[in-house]
């Protein structure tokens, strides 16, 4: 897969953005604006995503005309009210995640999987939902390469003791099955890092261990869901639609200024 290119569209786009207050959807929220387009970003504290953006943007443009903001709970909504925000969008971004607190890890139940069913069955026709899930989900076809016993196992503990990895996991075998109606990327990002963006790879299928692998900054992970907004339908079609990329930051290789010079030292 390609990892690094400009997006192609250069039409205005409006996009729904879910889990705005997050690591990484407060970057998407911010490199859309940025970029011209329009959001509807979903939050449960309106305060907390303007604080959160005019951190990312220490002077920030009047975006008044671009951004709306929608305090509620995504996970209260109903199919009508769903289908009133998604309306008009040419996609859905979703960087939902399970907060890790007692709450978020065991009573936020499977809320990730059913937001993103609903949004599924209320989101216009032609719209591209891109979701965030993670390399610790497998591709639901198998395609992924086989892991060794010891992640396997690993895998399947944090399947039935972790509901956060499980509701990941739903929502990659909810999209699978409904390839034919909706038009779907889930990013499976490495080891979430802070951080600015930089440069990273994209791999179709997982690659490397599941542990120590590779990093991503979330603000890396949010360029690539805004490039998947913005890419030229084409290449949406044949490289990214139904498609669970995975992302890690480019290892760079050592400056050379910071490289010791052995000869120097054996000459001593
Ligand atoms: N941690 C890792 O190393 C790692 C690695 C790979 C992939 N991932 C995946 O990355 C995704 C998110 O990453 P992130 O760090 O950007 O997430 P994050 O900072 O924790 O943000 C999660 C977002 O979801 C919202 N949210 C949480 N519980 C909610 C609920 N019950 N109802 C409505 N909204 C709720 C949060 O809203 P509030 O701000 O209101 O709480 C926030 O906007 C997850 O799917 C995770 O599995 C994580």
């Known amino acids: 897969m390609p990892s690094s290119s400009a997006p192609s569209s250069l039409s205005k786009k409006k996009v729904l953005v879910l889990g705005a207050t997050g690591g990484t959807g407060k970057y998407v929220v911010s490199f859309l604006l940025e970029k011209g387009h329009s959001v509807v970003a979903v939050a449960r504290s309106e305060e907390k995503l303007t604080a959160l953006l005019s951190k990312i943007q220490p002077e920030p443009k009047d975006y ?3 951004l709306v903001m929608k305090e509620l709970s995504i996970s209260d909504l109903n199919p009508s009210e769903m289908q009133e925000l ?3 969008c040419d996609s859905v971004v979703s960087c939902l995640g399970h907060t890790m607190t007692l709450q978020g890890m065991y009573q936020d139940g499977y809320f990730v999987s059913s937001v993103t069913k609903l949004v599924c069955q209320c989101m216009p026709k032609g ?3 891109i979701v965030m ?3 610790g989900v497998a591709k639901p076809d198998g395609s992924d390469p086989v892991r060794p016993l ?5 895998l399947f503990l944090l399947r039935w003791l972790v509901p956060p990895h499980a509701d990941n996991e739903l929502v990659a075998q909810y999209l699978y099955k409904h390839q034919d109606t909706v038009d779907w990327t889930v ?7 802070d951080g600015t963006v930089t440069e990273y790879d994209i791999f179709d299928t997982s690659e490397g261990s599941l542990f120590g692998s590779g990093v991503a900054t979330r603000a890396n992970v949010a360029d690539f869901m805004v490039r998947l ?3 030229e339908q084409a290449t949406w079609n044949n490289t990214y639609r139904h498609a669970m990329p995975v992302l890690k930051d480019k290892v760079l290789p050592v400056a050379e200024s910071s490289k010791v010079d052995c000869t120097e030292k054996k000459d001593r």
């Open 150 to 154: 010891s992640e396997r196992f690993i």
């Open 86 to 88: 998604a309306e008009g």
């Open 187 to 193: 990013v499976r990002p490495t080891d979430l890092i």
């Open 127 to 129: 719209c591209r939902l």
């Open 64 to 66: 008044s005309q671009n």
């Open 133 to 135: 899930g993670s390399e």
């Open 229 to 231: 907004v913005l890419e």
